[in-house]
């Protein structure tokens, strides 16, 4: 047997989780069988979607279970491998996050390809946060040159490749940000304006900001931001809802005074997952890569250290502590 930590639930919160979710326990790893490898971890991923797996209702992952260790995106390396597919050395990315050493089927593993870049960018822009950008921008709300786009969390991970990939590929884009330190980022970015949510209203900040109204609107928050997009969208805009973070503790918002503009701008609104989008992953690498290696995309990482840090690292998010993409390097 091989000794290892792991986070597990400990109990299902209602509303905003705090650190007695959270039990960091020792767990043994059996000896490997045929086919089968071990990594040690070196970074973990927290991510918002984590919190509705922390309910138990049914939805397109299966709910965390209590007294179980939680799952996430990590990168690690293989220590160990009883497969032909894995070798002592290799570098993969997998599910088996939130603890310090994973083990299973090789299958379970995915080598990284070999780009040239630094492994945390498989949980970053090369990994589910860049592609569902990526995906979600020009797949999905099928944005193009010359669309005006407005992004909510615009400094977060998703937020931050929006925007780039967005000017990337000649569109206007307004991202909205909480503070004015993540909007002069924002505006770093290549934004050709960014709105800070919590200095006022958000319909009034992006009317100002869009006078010619928006083609776009890419979801991260809902509530507030998503009733503005409603208020700023001209004829036939295209919202793709990828996250609505400001309900995952809060639950829904009441009401939105703005959704009757649906009709009168034909406005057409569609929900994702990245995992739609699979099949067309090597299209993603090849133009992302290529972003990345030219500087037209740039990555930042809010990193927390040591595995004793993910539970607040992820209950950060919910308030705003990352700029760019939250990790825990082991
Ligand atoms: P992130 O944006 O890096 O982190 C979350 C950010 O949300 C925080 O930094 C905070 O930024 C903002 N926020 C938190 N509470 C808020 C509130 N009440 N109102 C407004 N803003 C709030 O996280 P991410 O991983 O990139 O995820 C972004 C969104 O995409 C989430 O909704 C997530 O669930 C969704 N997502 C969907 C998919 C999919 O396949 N559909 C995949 C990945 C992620 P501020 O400081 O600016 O408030």
């Not at 991923?45 to 049914?58: E, L, T």
């Not at 950008?133 to 992004?151: C, H, M, N, P, S």
């Not at 930042?300 to 004793?308: D, P």
Request: glycine share 12%; charged share 20%.
């Amino acid at each position: 047997m091989t000794g290892s930590r792991a986070w597990h639930l400990a109990s299902r919160p209602s509303g905003l989780p705090d650190m007695s979710h959270f039990e960091l326990k020792p767990v043994d790893l059996p000896p490997l069988a045929d086919g089968e490898a071990r990594v040690e971890n070196m970074w973990l991923s927290v991510d918002p979607y984590m919190r509705g797996r922390m309910n138990d209702v049914k939805s397109y992952v299966p709910p965390f279970e209590v007294g179980a260790p939680l799952q996430g995106g990590a990168v690690g390396k293989v220590v160990e491998s009883r497969s032909p597919d894995l070798k002592v050395g290799d570098t993969v990315f997998h599910m088996m996050g939130w603890r310090e050493q994973a083990s299973g089927p090789a299958a379970s593993f995915n080598k990284v390809p070999a780009m040239g870049v630094s492994d945390e960018q498989w949980l970053g822009n090369l990994g589910l946060t860049g592609a569902t950008a990526y995906f979600g921008l020009l797949r999905v709300a099928e944005a193009k040159e010359g669309d005006i786009v407005f992004v909510s969390a615009a400094a977060g991970a998703v937020g931050s490749a929006v925007v780039q990939i967005a000017k990337a590929r000649g569109m206007t884009v307004i991202g909205s940000a909480g503070g004015e330190e993540k909007c002069a980022w924002v505006r770093e970015l290549g934004a050709d304006a960014a709105i800070d949510y919590k200095a006022g209203p958000v319909v009034k900040s992006l009317i100002e900001a869009a006078p010619k109204g928006i083609d776009v609107y890419f979801d991260n928050v809902g509530g507030d931001h998503l009733d503005a997009a409603f208020a700023a969208a001209r004829n036939n805009a295209r919202f793709a809802i990828c996250g609505m973070i400001e309900g995952y503790n809060a639950g829904p918002p009441p009401s939105f005074r703005y959704i009757m503009r649906v009709i009168a701008a034909r406005i057409r609104m569609q929900g994702f997952i990245y995992t739609d989008y699979m099949a067309e992953m090597d299209q993603f690498y090849r133009d992302m890569g290529g972003w990345i290696a030219s500087g037209r995309v740039k990555s930042r990482e809010t990193v927390r250290e040591g595995i004793e840090a993910a539970p607040r690292a992820f209950l950060d998010l919910f308030s705003g502590g990352n700029m760019g993409k939250m990790l825990v390097r082991l």
